[in-house]
Structures are given as structure tokens and as C-alpha cells.
């Protein structure tokens, strides 16, 4: 996934991230997600503005069904949604 915007100033915001779902083994599937932010007005980029996901994940109608999540959304991550850049 890439996604730019650029305004009238010429002040940009890009994002690039990937993502994905694996079968492990079984019933057992791990995702993963990541995307990071580049800005000209801020000094970030990789890894500094990032968000990461983990997600390890059992799907059973029966038995033992489980999953775990793990996150981190970096303070400098900036995916500026909406009309504005």
C-alpha cells in the first residue's frame, strides 16, 4: 500500500505499509501489518514514524481457540486521514 498527499505548498505526506495472513500450521494464523510515514515538515521516517502488528490467532469452532496481539504505534507516526495535509 503507498498513499500520498501533497497540498498546494508542496508539503507532502506519504505512507507506505504492507500486510499479510500465513497459515502456520493447522488451524494456527499469524498477520502481520506495518506502515510508515515520511512528512517533509518533520524529520521522520524508517523506522522512527512507524506502526507494527503482530498477530498470532487459533481459529476453531471447536477445542481450544486462542490469539495474541502485539502492537507499537511510534510517537512520530503520522498518517494524516481527512482533507488536510
Not at 503482530?54 to 507516526?77: E, N, P
Amino acid at each position: 500500500m503507498i498513499t500520498n498527499r501533497v497540498d498546494r505548498d508542496g508539503n507532502y505526506n506519504i505512507n507506505v505499509g504492507f500486510d499479510g495472513v500465513f497459515r502456520v500450521f493447522g488451524s494456527d494464523y499469524l498477520s502481520l501489518n506495518y506502515v510508515n510515514s515520511f512528512e517533509d515538515n518533520r524529520n521522520s521516517g524508517f523506522p522512527d514514524a512507524s506502526l507494527a502488528r503482530i498477530h498470532w490467532q487459533r481459529r476453531s469452532a471447536k477445542g481450544l481457540a486462542y490469539q495474541l496481539d502485539l502492537s507499537h504505534v511510534d510517537s512520530a507516526y503520522n498518517p494524516r486521514l481527512g482533507s488536510n495535509v
